[in-house]
């Protein structure tokens, strides 16, 4: 598959086949993350790909942190309404047979950074972004699913625990063979999005 072919065709999957990853492809799909550019070359990431025996551990820091998001102690108290995609996150990550979580291990997300600390943060961000999205692309090419996840952060300590990656928990990426064909999701047009100067 041709890289505009795979981009055009790449849709977020959160209906899997019952149907193993193999390592190999697995590790294609995370070589494709480290080819992205980064700022500075820091290339701030590290991944932890999660299946089997600790794939059901997985899941059950992330319960826990949906729980107590609904019980107290909610560290995102003004998402209370999100809380049901959470849930259905869990659900897709039962059903995927392997998941991808990106740490950034030079992250601090301190509140009192000063504003250089801020832009490199921002960057670094950018970077770990560019690293999914190779990836989601790496796997769409191979013939996989994938679903950039960020409802963790609603079990984010529990789930960062748990990893024990060091540096900041970032995102996660369900992998595994469609069940599912979606349609292309709407976009804005263009002309709205897009201007010479």
Known sequence: METLEAIASRRSIRKYLPREVSDELVEKIVRAGMLAPSAKNRQPWSFVAV????????????????????????????????????????????EAPVSIWIVNPLGTCDTAMDEEGYFYEIANVQSVGAAVE?????????GLGSLWICDIFFAYEELSRWL??????????????????PSARPRKPFSQVFQWK
Request: one cysteine or more; a positive charge; charged letters at 20%.
């Open 164 to 181: 024990g990656a060091g540096g900041k928990l970032m995102a996660a990426l369900a992998l595994g063979y469609p069940a599912e064909q």
């Open 51 to 94: 299946k089997g025996e600790a794939k059901e551990e997985m899941l059950q820091c992330f319960r826990q942190g949906i729980l107590r998001e609904q019980t107290g102690n909610a560290v995102l108290p003004g998402s209370k309404r999100h809380l049901p995609g959470a849930e259905y996150t869990v659900k897709i990550l039962e």
């Open 134 to 142: 190779n990836m989601a692309l790496a796997a769409a090419s191979l």
